[in-house]
């Protein structure tokens, strides 16, 4: 049974606050114009290869889209400028759009935080007006003011071949030393990422480091099925090789839920 599309955007629009007064918290969104269009003409200077929009949520009473938007998304700028979060959500896959969810849902569990302190990439997909679903990046950043305000982006850009996935996953980086670092990968869960017991056995042959033929000699099974397996789970969880699978599984081991590094209020 496929997912309506608008169903589930009107859906995921619910977990957003309805109006300014949801959104006073510690850390306040600027809303003077003149001081938020001062930092966009920045931002466009320092990312000139990013589509930049102005989060709607932190900031309702102002609206941006840089005109780069346009060949990003494969959309028109007026069309992107008049699209609200319904419209916006309904060009998301329908089989991320949840996963997509489960990204916020992450980020809104790990607050209060340093907004400045932090980026989110989530990694999803989108229709364009042709109807084809392109890779998209897109990238959560806070600016602060010098009033202690904060102005909070969203960074779109396409995913270069080898970036592209399979699922939707998000990248958190923290400003370490004046460098963003990739401190942790959010995996939704998700029904098709279930592994077997056969493939389990795969996982800890990979991880103790026996190549293919090792593992099909230890399983009394062919290579090929070996590799069949491989391919499967690189899928399911969203890694390239070998190397980010064992990885993957040891983060997965590790955590009951998620990392206590990443908890509420350890941010």
């Given at each position: 049974m496929?997912?309506?599309?608008r169903t589930?955007a009107d859906a995921?629009?619910?977990?957003?606050p309805?109006?300014?007064?949801?959104?006073?918290?510690?850390?306040q969104a600027?809303?003077?114009?003149e001081i938020?269009f001062?930092?966009l003409?920045?931002?466009?200077q320092?990312?000139?290869?990013?589509?930049?929009?102005?989060?709607?949520?932190?900031?309702?009473?102002?609206k941006?889209v840089s005109?780069?938007?346009e060949?990003?998304?494969g959309?028109?700028y007026a069309?992107l400028s008049?699209?609200?979060?319904?419209?916006?959500?309904?060009?998301?896959?329908?089989n991320?759009?949840?996963?997509?969810q489960q990204?916020?849902g992450?980020?809104k569990?790990?607050a209060p935080y340093e907004?400045?302190h932090?980026?989110f990439?989530t990694?999803?997909?989108?229709?364009?007006?042709?109807?084809?679903?392109?890779h998209?990046?897109?990238?959560?950043l806070?600016?602060k003011?010098?009033?202690n305000t904060?102005?909070?982006?969203?960074l779109?850009?396409?995913?270069?071949?080898l970036e592209?996935f399979?699922?939707v996953k998000?990248?958190?980086?923290?400003?370490?030393?004046?460098?963003f670092i990739?401190v942790?990968?959010?995996?939704?869960r998700?029904?098709e990422?279930?592994?077997?017991a056969?493939?389990?056995?795969?996982?800890?042959?990979?991880?103790?480091?026996?190549?293919?033929q090792?593992i099909?000699?230890?399983?009394?099974?062919?290579?090929?099925?070996v590799?069949?397996?491989?391919?499967i789970l690189?899928k399911?969880?969203?890694v390239?090789?070998?190397?980010?699978?064992a990885n993957?599984?040891?983060?997965e081991?590790?955590r009951?839920?998620?990392?206590?590094n990443?908890?509420p209020?350890n941010?």
């Open positions: 496929k997912t309506d599309p589930a995921f629009v619910k977990l957003f309805k109006s300014e007064e949801d959104l006073r918290v510690s850390f600027e809303q003077d114009e938020i001062s930092q003409r920045f931002a466009e320092i990312f000139p290869h990013h589509g930049i929009m102005l989060c709607p949520i932190s900031h309702m009473r102002s941006y005109i780069n938007c060949s990003i998304f959309h028109s069309e008049s699209m609200g979060l319904e419209d916006f959500f309904s060009h998301c896959h329908p991320d759009l949840p996963h997509v990204c916020l992450f980020i569990g790990v907004p400045a932090y980026r990439v990694y999803y997909r989108f229709k364009n007006s042709n109807g084809e679903y392109l998209l990046q897109d990238e959560k806070s600016i003011t010098s009033h904060y102005i909070h982006l969203m779109f850009k396409r995913a270069a071949d592209k399979h699922h998000m990248d958190i980086y923290k400003n370490t030393g004046g460098n990739n942790y990968t959010y995996m939704p998700q029904q990422n279930t592994i077997t056969r493939q389990n056995d795969i996982i800890n042959l990979i991880a103790k480091g026996f190549t293919n090792e099909a000699d230890q399983l009394h099974v062919s290579v090929y099925t590799k069949n397996h491989k391919q690189f399911r969880t969203n390239r090789n070998s190397i980010e699978l993957y599984m040891r983060r081991r590790l009951p839920n998620e990392p206590s990443l908890r209020g941010f």
